[in-house]
């Protein structure tokens, strides 16, 4: 007679490992399903390129607040010194008014009347009342110039209070603005870093290309050439000698690397290349492209010569005009001073003759 067993059921381990395998399966497949698509290479590039313009942004902002402290730091230390020139001619004046103190006790120790009818000698003592008067007005006098110096010291050193305390917002400004760029710049190499090496490279190069005019050298209105420029320049005069002489010098700048805050010789962000290169023609400028951008005399497109300052999105970016659309400048991180087409930069904002 056959037997008739019941099929063995799972155990409830064995239940559970299925059914907790199984869940993590659906799980893995859900989020599979719904994690996001790995960014093409053109929109890292597009959220590259405006965290580099937030960054270039926040970077002016930091070179303003530098310079502002520099200037602060300057004006506080000079008043502080003031103070303290002025709390040792105060010591001086009080111990010229203590000498007269002591040299007016000794004369006027007694009542005049008293001394006048004690005195052998009435000449004498009338001699010394004479004298006596004159200390009283030198300690009149030195009380007026203690007490002026003492006006002339407790506002200076109210003033250099003020200094101080504007010099600590502007340090604050100066950490946050720091932290701002820096932030960005992690932000989009953290993007960047999205895509293979060969990706990255080919980007590089298609910047590079969309950059360029015509061929690998730029051909100078003088006839001479520049290495690793990118447009044909034509022959534009320049509007001043002093023009002409920022953007040779410039040029020389051609291949150096472009550094946050960096103001040369071998670094540059974009407002300190042409704080520089106005510096090599003999003209102080300002360090920012927020002060550079009042300075000189305003210009439209159409009036650009060369060595007149250009300025992109919002006053953010700063270049030199030189001939033919093309501007010289120190674009972003990761990129070296170089020739490029204004139409490629960015928004044209105003121009700026020096």
């Not at 159409?302 to 007149?308: A, H, I, M, Y």
């Amino acid at each position: 007679m056959a037997s008739h067993r019941r099929p063995k059921q799972p155990s409830r381990t064995r239940v559970t490992v299925l059914t907790a395998t199984a869940a993590a399966a659906v799980a893995l497949t859900s989020q599979a399903a719904h994690a996001d698509p790995k960014p093409t290479k053109s929109e890292v590039k597009a959220k590259v390129d405006k965290l580099y313009h937030e960054a270039e942004v926040a970077t002016e902002k930091y070179n303003g607040a530098k310079e502002q402290q520099d200037k602060l730091k300057k004006q506080a230390d000079a008043l502080q010194d003031k103070v303290a020139r002025g709390q040792d001619e105060l010591n001086t004046l009080r111990g010229e008014l203590g000498s007269l103190a002591t040299a007016q006790y000794r004369s006027g120790g007694l009542d005049p009347s008293i001394q006048l009818l004690l005195s052998s000698d009435p000449d004498s003592f009338l001699d010394q009342a004479s004298a006596l008067d004159q200390l009283t007005a030198k300690q009149a006098e030195s009380l007026q110039k203690i007490q002026a110096k003492q006006r002339t010291l407790a506002q200076q050193r109210q003033e250099a209070q003020g200094k101080l305390t504007d010099l600590a917002e502007v340090r604050e400004t100066l950490g946050k603005s720091k932290t701002k760029f820096q932030d960005k710049l992690a932000e989009a190499q953290k993007l960047l870093n999205t895509l293979t090496a060969a990706e990255r490279a080919k980007m590089a190069a298609d910047d590079e290309r969309a950059s360029r005019a015509a061929g690998e050298r730029v051909t100078l209105g003088n006839g001479g050439t520049g290495a690793g420029a990118q447009a044909d320049l034509g022959n534009e005069a320049p509007a001043s000698a002093l023009g002409a002489a920022a953007l040779q010098a410039a040029s020389t700048r051609v291949g150096k690397p472009y550094v946050r805050a960096a103001t040369g010789p071998d670094s540059f962000d974009c407002s300190g290349l042409t704080q520089w290169a106005y510096a090599q023609a003999g003209a102080q400028i300002t360090r920012t492209t927020y002060t550079q951008i009042n300075q000189g005399t305003r210009i439209a497109r159409s009036q650009l010569k060369p060595g007149d300052l250009v300025f992109f999105s919002n006053t953010s970016h700063v270049g030199l005009y030189a001939g033919n659309n093309t501007v010289l400048h120190a674009p972003y991180p990761g990129t070296n001073v170089r020739y490029e087409s204004m139409n490629t930069i960015g928004s044209f904002e105003a121009a700026v003759r020096i």
